[in-house]
């Protein structure tokens, strides 16, 4: 079982810039991958953006293509979420997982975070 803890959000306007980090503890399989899901208050959880551990393939949903960038440091077992030009419905709580691939479904991610509050204000 792998331990995920988010770090990074908080407070932004709209247009500005967040990193968030997940730290890792625990044996991340090589074949494994992670992702980023965000959740809005009354709204379901949704797929952000994921990466494989070894590769560094990556999936994004369309609504953050060419703003949020996943990248990982192996090294260090560390996620991470570049997010740029934030927007208002980017608010969200943001969770981080790792799953057995890579994919969209929450239910192929079994380990995650406490999730980190991101809020962009207008």
């Known amino acids: 079982q792998v331990q995920l803890v988010e770090s990074g959000g908080g407070l932004v306007q709209a247009g500005g810039s967040l990193r968030l980090s997940c730290a890792a503890s625990?044996?991340?399989?090589?074949?494994?991958?992670m992702g980023w899901f965000r959740q809005a208050p009354g709204k379901g959880r949704e797929f952000v953006a994921a990466?494989?551990?070894?590769?560094?393939?990556?999936l994004y949903t369309d609504s953050v293509k060419g703003r949020f960038t996943i990248s990982r440091d192996n090294a260090k077992n560390t996620l991470y979420l570049q997010m740029n030009n934030l927007k208002p419905e980017d608010t969200a709580v943001y969770y981080c997982?790792?799953?057995?691939?890579?994919?969209?479904?929450?239910?192929?991610?079994?380990?995650w975070g406490q999730g980190t509050q991101v809020t962009v204000s207008s």
């Open positions: 990466i494989t551990w070894s590769y560094g393939n990556t």
């Open positions: 997982a790792s799953g057995p691939s890579i994919a969209t479904m929450s239910t192929n991610f079994d380990s």
């Open positions: 625990g044996r991340i399989l090589s074949s494994y991958s």
